[in-house]
Protein backbone atom coordinates (compact mmCIF):
# COMPACT_ATOMS: atom_id res chain seq x y z
CA UNK A 1 0.00 0.00 0.00
CA UNK A 2 2.75 2.71 0.76
CA UNK A 3 4.94 1.67 -2.15
CA UNK A 4 1.56 2.11 -4.50
CA UNK A 5 -0.06 4.91 -3.38
CA UNK A 6 3.30 6.84 -3.26
CA UNK A 7 4.30 5.77 -6.44
CA UNK A 8 1.55 6.33 -8.44
CA UNK A 9 0.60 10.22 -9.10
CA UNK A 10 -3.26 9.57 -9.74
CA UNK A 11 -3.87 7.93 -6.21
CA UNK A 12 -2.01 11.10 -4.04
CA UNK A 13 -5.11 12.51 -3.04
CA UNK A 14 -5.72 14.05 0.41
CA UNK A 15 -8.44 11.21 1.04
CA UNK A 16 -5.04 8.68 0.30
CA UNK A 17 -2.51 10.42 2.57
CA UNK A 18 -4.79 9.18 5.40
CA UNK A 19 -4.60 5.71 4.29
CA UNK A 20 -1.01 5.31 3.74
CA UNK A 21 -0.47 7.32 7.37
CA UNK A 22 -2.76 4.45 8.51
CA UNK A 23 -0.76 1.91 6.68
CA UNK A 24 2.32 3.59 7.98
CA UNK A 25 0.82 2.61 11.13
CA UNK A 26 0.35 -1.38 10.81
CA UNK A 27 3.32 -1.45 9.36
CA UNK A 28 4.94 -0.22 12.61
CA UNK A 29 2.35 -2.53 14.10
CA UNK A 30 3.83 -5.54 11.81
CA UNK A 31 7.02 -4.92 13.22
CA UNK A 32 6.40 -5.74 16.09
CA UNK A 33 5.31 -9.34 15.17
CA UNK A 34 8.65 -11.40 15.50
CA UNK A 35 8.49 -10.57 18.97
CA UNK A 36 5.12 -11.12 20.10
CA UNK A 37 5.45 -15.01 18.80
CA UNK A 38 8.41 -15.55 20.32
CA UNK A 39 7.45 -13.76 23.91
CA UNK A 40 4.53 -15.84 23.38
CA UNK A 41 6.37 -19.15 22.75
CA UNK A 42 8.52 -18.70 25.57
CA UNK A 43 6.16 -16.95 27.68
CA UNK A 44 8.18 -13.91 29.03
CA UNK A 45 9.87 -11.11 27.57
CA UNK A 46 12.68 -12.18 25.46
CA UNK A 47 14.44 -8.67 24.96
CA UNK A 48 14.68 -7.67 28.70
CA UNK A 49 13.67 -4.11 29.53
CA UNK A 50 14.98 -2.17 27.10
CA UNK A 51 13.56 -4.08 24.53
CA UNK A 52 10.07 -4.05 26.77
CA UNK A 53 10.41 -0.31 26.08
CA UNK A 54 10.93 -0.27 22.33
CA UNK A 55 7.90 -2.76 21.84
CA UNK A 56 5.90 -0.41 24.25
CA UNK A 57 6.64 2.53 21.85
CA UNK A 58 6.09 0.41 18.81
CA UNK A 59 2.73 -0.47 20.01
CA UNK A 60 2.13 2.54 21.22
CA UNK A 61 2.94 4.81 18.14
CA UNK A 62 1.07 2.18 15.91
CA UNK A 63 -2.15 2.14 17.85
CA UNK A 64 -2.36 5.19 18.63
CA UNK A 65 -1.29 6.41 15.38
CA UNK A 66 -4.07 4.28 13.54
CA UNK A 67 -6.83 4.93 15.98
CA UNK A 68 -6.92 8.69 15.34
CA UNK A 69 -5.71 8.44 11.60
CA UNK A 70 -9.26 6.45 11.72
CA UNK A 71 -10.88 9.45 13.57
CA UNK A 72 -9.85 11.53 10.90
CA UNK A 73 -10.92 9.69 7.50
CA UNK A 74 -14.33 9.02 9.51
CA UNK A 75 -13.96 12.78 9.32
CA UNK A 76 -12.44 13.86 5.89
CA UNK A 77 -16.03 10.97 4.75
CA UNK A 78 -18.27 13.28 7.13
CA UNK A 79 -16.93 16.33 5.71
CA UNK A 80 -17.14 14.68 1.87
CA UNK A 81 -21.36 13.46 2.64
CA UNK A 82 -22.62 16.05 4.72
CA UNK A 83 -20.58 19.03 2.10
CA UNK A 84 -20.31 17.28 -1.32
CA UNK A 85 -20.01 20.74 -3.33
CA UNK A 86 -16.86 22.19 -0.96
CA UNK A 87 -16.43 19.49 1.61
CA UNK A 88 -13.78 17.92 -0.04
CA UNK A 89 -10.31 17.98 1.95
CA UNK A 90 -6.95 20.09 0.72
CA UNK A 91 -3.66 18.62 0.69
CA UNK A 92 -2.53 21.11 3.43
CA UNK A 93 -5.06 20.11 5.72
CA UNK A 94 -4.77 16.53 5.39
CA UNK A 95 -0.99 17.37 5.90
CA UNK A 96 -1.93 19.00 8.96
CA UNK A 97 -4.27 16.59 10.26
CA UNK A 98 -1.43 14.00 10.10
CA UNK A 99 0.57 15.71 11.78
CA UNK A 100 -1.34 16.19 14.75
CA UNK A 101 -1.92 12.93 14.81
CA UNK A 102 1.72 11.94 15.32
CA UNK A 103 2.01 15.07 17.68
CA UNK A 104 -0.85 13.77 20.10
CA UNK A 105 0.43 10.11 20.24
CA UNK A 106 4.02 11.35 21.24
CA UNK A 107 3.05 12.11 24.42
CA UNK A 108 1.45 8.94 25.12
CA UNK A 109 4.93 7.07 24.02
CA UNK A 110 7.14 9.81 25.90
CA UNK A 111 5.97 9.84 29.06
CA UNK A 112 5.98 6.04 29.75
CA UNK A 113 9.00 5.43 28.43
CA UNK A 114 11.21 7.97 30.64
CA UNK A 115 8.46 6.59 33.80
CA UNK A 116 7.51 10.39 34.08
CA UNK A 117 3.53 8.81 33.94
CA UNK A 118 3.55 4.95 34.06
CA UNK A 119 5.48 3.00 32.05
CA UNK A 120 5.25 0.15 30.41
CA UNK A 121 5.60 -3.97 31.50
CA UNK A 122 5.52 -6.83 30.10
CA UNK A 123 2.17 -8.13 29.25
CA UNK A 124 0.44 -11.37 30.21
CA UNK A 125 1.24 -14.34 27.92
CA UNK A 126 -1.26 -17.31 27.50
Known amino acids: VLWIFSSAKPLRTASNMFVVN????????????????????????????????????????????????NACIAYDRYTTITRPFDGKITRTKAMVMIVFVWIYATPWMV????????????????
Open 22 to 69: LALCDFIMMLKSPVVIYNSFQHGFATGHSGCRVFGVMGTLSGIGASTT
Open 111 to 126: LPTFEIWGRYVPEGYL
